[in-house]
């Protein structure tokens, strides 16, 4: 199938899908309102594989040292999937099913696959890599770009961390867990009963953002958007926290965004 641009509905929610784009969901609206930043670099990606930043682009896989492109110098940044063109698996009204094959610059072969279903209330995006040859580490999150203003009030920001990472002054977390600190932030927190951030635009609506895994990055530090973005890991966690896709278990997760209209 194509890749061009998918649009997906129920309810009075909507959702474009843009295969071609990195396999990003380029729009969210609801009741006509754009929840997401527009943009051909914003809406929400997803990172794979693996999220934020690797140290100097480079990981290790047992003795084999890897080097990525330094494309936010001088780290590598939030996977290749992203600048890649996706392919459409499959469609209906209200889901849509993406693949996405890895290839060079990422020295190892496997198969990205995501799922985007939407209902009346939800958005719900789900992740897997998987392999049928040699094992490697790999990290799987999104990077949503949600509107700081619907029109009325900035959104707040409401989320209760276990911890959060303390971050070096090269943006990466130095392997030390601090209390949580107030914002502005570009941090990683740890949630170990599994991420759960509440986004509220007072008068407009309420998004809570859930998820299994145990890692978000918050970002807030944009005038025009904010970032609330689970993953598999920290950033830095290819080196640090590497969950290894095998030929028996592939690398599987999800995230579920849920609103109310206030």
Request: hydrophobic share 35%; proline share 9%; with cysteine.
């Amino acid at each position: 199938m194509s890749d061009g641009e998918i649009t997906l509905t129920a309810g009075d929610a909507e959702v474009t899908v843009l295969p071609g784009n990195g396999g990003r969901v380029g729009g969210l609206r609801v009741g006509g309102v754009e929840l997401l930043r527009q943009g051909e670099r914003f809406g929400c990606f997803p990172m794979v594989p693996w999220c934020g930043r690797i140290r100097d682009g480079r990981f290790r896989d047992g003795a084999t040292v890897h080097r990525m492109p330094l494309n936010a110098p001088p780290n590598a940044i939030h996977g290749t999937a992203r600048d890649a063109a996706w392919r459409t698996a499959r469609t209906s009204t209200d889901e849509a099913v993406l693949t996405y094959d890895l290839v060079e610059p990422w020295p190892y072969s496997g198969r990205v696959t995501q799922q985007i279903a939407l209902t009346g209330d939800s958005l719900t995006l789900t992740m897997s890599v998987e392999t049928y040859e040699s094992s490697f580490p790999a990290q799987i999150g999104w990077h949503p770009w949600f509107n700081r203003n619907l029109g009325g009030e900035d959104v707040a920001i409401d989320f209760a961390p276990a911890w959060q990472e303390e971050r070096g002054d090269d943006h990466l977390p130095t392997g030390r867990r601090i209390d949580p600190k107030p914002g502005p932030w570009d941090d990683c927190f740890g949630m170990p009963g599994g991420v759960d951030v509440t986004l509220t635009w007072p008068g407009r609506l309420e998004l809570k953002v859930t998820s299994r895994e145990e890692w978000v990055v918050v970002y807030d530090e944009q005038r025009e958007a904010v970032c609330v973005e689970p993953q598999t890991g920290p950033p830095n966690g290819l080196n640090t926290h590497p969950r290894l896709v095998t030929p028996l278990e592939p690398l599987e997760a999800s995230t579920t965004w849920t609103w109310t209209r206030l």
